[in-house]
């Protein structure tokens, strides 16, 4: 008798952001007059950069004529975005990583959600507390974390590291070994992030006990300390140990373009069996590559110009964060993030609960944030707001903040 | 210990187009002068259609603008285009499908290797054979198909389900009951397929004996013949029991482009669980959804001109079927499909392997075709080419043959 996948009736609710996203609906249905200020998803808002708004119209362009026209792009993506990628974002700090060490996708999501497919459904999974749901979500799915407990949030077969304000945000090795380690800096949903020698001890860690490291650095542009590395191939060994998880669309605004990429170094071996040829077999079955159209916006991103505009780009955002970050201060609030991430961690007042102060905020100040308890058991008491609104949001958020 | 997905070590060779691509690869280095044409790989060459670049245009102009700028797309896709789908093709055609049972996707490809995992790995699966890879593999990468053996090319755990000459390409129900049960119709690679009697016989068994069908249907605006049915909905029952898939590569030259999409009815229930809401989680988990610009691309073909545009493509794609399937009737060859689907089913002569009659072809006529013993079992002494070149190299190709 045919049998559904049980693992999907183990997950608690619904997606985070879909939940959200309801109660949203339904705020918005009953009060048609009250203007919501949306600063919950990490969705930009910003228009996309002139140089890839002329990329996208040549290569639609190019789509139109026989003698142009591209079909089926190479499954691990075009050479000329490739190139482009391991050059600008690794060789020219420091990285030796090569342009067929890059797989091109439709986005960080997909890869942070499918790459646990590489490995056996047996393995142990560790996450930095809280983090990003995709990873624990997507390992739920495959039957990887044992069973939910409502009343503390954990995956009983889960390694959590917490990161909280008791620890500076910087996690603790895993106690239990893990096989797979994932870890998001800059750290979405808290905005801190880790120096290079933290991150070293990491990379150790993994190559000393035979880990695994799955690095999510889709906020990487938004670093402005010296100290950070961009790349978890800044750290020694990491190649030989970590798989890293690149994103465009917070550093050009592609969320609703959908281009990632994710490096997998040739020599990244487990047991002898190489995950690059893993990736590269899972690539050409189960996806068919990213739009041309979408790649040639990608490659006009590292010209001189696409440089330019995101670098503009991004100081607004982190304008927005500053002015969150220090209003939410001048205010009294316990706050975190928004130096080298687009992302505002601040601890709930007075021992609120997560999901209360989402409700405390939406129908009070109609703001829309994120209830920190949705990322993970040490979310709980804080809550995100992103930077990723217009400065005028950002103001008018703040403005009503401060009459609660 | 970390231990890999150890079924990706059970797969025979590459993906069967990647091993393609690099036999003619190697053939072209060694033989730089020779012009090879490639009747393989069933990606299209004719361009984008004129509504559909003018709708890119358009929707990239959106995206330069703060106003109209669209981040993330919803989940399952948007309603502009969930409308058109469920309208035009399926209550146009008397299929009661809602907007909400459709879901919007990066591709076909995508869709057909994700499916299974809403099914326990424990599910046995059936698939018409021959048939487009993808199935099998993707399954085989979860761990459901047993192990293969190399001589018979079958997998001990999948149950065939033989479409040959012999049956006239008519498979007969699966001999062992299977939870799952792929059908392409119609077919890739044999381009034949089922009148509406003969895939309710399949409806009815699957309703029987409660499983489910994946009906792939992506080459569905290539039928031409009356008693053929366009969707699996067709059939009585079929909501209770059918997934179906669908693409717009194939109807409307998305292949570089990149959408396509799933029904899912909300009826369609195992034990009680709905499927609606498992694949519903799984878009919202692991999926960021299809680009904003190329679903509107995507709209555009359901225009009045749109629609008139891909039927002139296709209409082009199906003259050079009728050319290649004439012509090679007329040398002898045993010739099937090419009416009611883009591709050329030839059984090879002289008792020739698929793989031999590959290289037969690539070596003495520079045309390249695929070997029907990469699409299953049943496919071995078939040869597979595609109607998708041009008129030009379509007749070329068969003057070369006739010289062989």
Known sequence: MLKVNSNYQKLPGSYLFSTIAKKVAAFSKANPDKEIIRLGIGDVTQPLPPSVIEALHKAVDEQAAAESFKGYAPDLGYDF?????????????????????????????SDSGSIQELFDTDNIIAVTDPVYPVYVDSNVMAGRCGTYDEKTGCWSDIVYMPATAENGFVPALPETLPGVIYLCFPNNPTGTTLTLSQLQVFVDYANQNGSVIIYDAAYEAYISEEDVPHSIYEC???????????????????????????VIPRELKVSGVSLHDMWTRRHG????????????????????????????????YMDNAAILRNGLKDMGYEVYGGVNAPYIWLKTPEGMSSWE????????????????????????????????????????????????
């Not at 190649?239 to 550093?251: L, Q, Y």
């Not at 010209?303 to 607004?316: D, H, W």
């Open 81 to 109: 975005l490739r190139e482009r990628i391991a050059e600008c974002d690794y060789r020219s700090r420091g990285c030796d990583i090569s342009s067929d060490e890059i797989f091109v996708s439709d986005g960080a999501k």
């Open 285 to 316: 079955t189960r996806f068919n590559g990213a739009p041309y159209i979408v790649q040639r916006a990608g490659e006009a991103v590292y010209s001189k110009a696409g440089q330019s505009e995101i670098r503009n780009m991004i100081k607004k």
């Open 357 to 404: 102060f989402f409700d405390h905020l939406l129908n009070n100040a109609c703001v829309v944030g994120t209830p920190g308890s949705g990322f993970g058991p040490s979310g709980e008491g804080y809550f995100r707001l992103t930077a990723f609104g217009t400065e005028a949001n950002s103001k008018k958020a703040l403005e009503r903040i401060s009459r609660l």
């Open 236 to 262: 020694e060994g990491a190649k030989g140990c970590a798989i890293e998880i690149r994103s465009f669309s917070k550093n050009a605004g592609f969320t609703g373009l959908r281009l990632g990429f994710t």
